[in-house]
């Protein structure tokens, strides 16, 4: 099966039972408006352009990775990320640039600076994906469960861009993470910001290696 089609089959079946994918609309007269995704900086692992035009392997899938004929499994608890673009006013936002990048399960980010320990690094993983959003402001990622690494709770960082908002570089935590209240980002966001960079994992019911999914409504500027 090509690897799109897998992955909305994987999505899909993580979201069964749930309704419509997103379930979202304009907010009630007079309700106030969702809080935004906190602008952060990229930090120093985001991958750069000259080092990602070399690989091809940038697909919304970060758990496999085709070498030649060969093609290896990320190691980890495998997570299907649901996103959704919106603005503050519940406006969903189509033909979004959303790319996402994270350390993978051995807390080895896949970077060009990066010089891992000699088998430590997982050739599994991408660690980095890209993916555009759809009409309904949909975007589909299928990665693992993050982890800690020495002095950061587990996260995924993510950047959009697009025409209406420019381009917004923010990270998501997991919900309920014993690391949080210990990591220097999350300590210094406001209540509304938490809420609005919080993932809540749900397990699956093991279809297709999946353990996690989680959906997220990215609130950009209106």
Known sequence: MPCDARLRRQLLLATAGGGTLWGLGLPA?????RPVLPSMTDGPFYPPRRWRERETDWDADLTQVRRGAQTLVA?????????????????????????????????????????????????????FGQARSGKDGGVRFRTIRPVPYPGRTPHIHIKLRHASFGEWTSQLFV???????????????????????????????????????????LVLPA
């Open 175 to 217: 919900a309920g993470e014993a690391g949080n209240d210990r990591d220097f980002l999350w300590r210094s966001l406001r209540p509304a910001a938490r809420e609005a960079a919080t993932m809540r994992l749900a397990r699956v019911a093991g279809e297709d290696g999946l353990v996690w999914s989680s959906r997220v409504d």
């Open 75 to 127: 190691r980890g608890e495998h997570l299907a990320l649901l996103l959704a673009v919106i603005d503050t006013r519940g406006r969903l936002i189509d033909g979004a640039e959303v790319e996402i990048w994270q350390c993978d399960a051995a807390a080895v980010y896949h970077h060009p600076d990066v010089r891992p320990a000699s088998g430590q690094a997982d050739d599994g993983f991408q660690g």
């Open 29 to 33: 007269q007079g309700q106030a408006e």
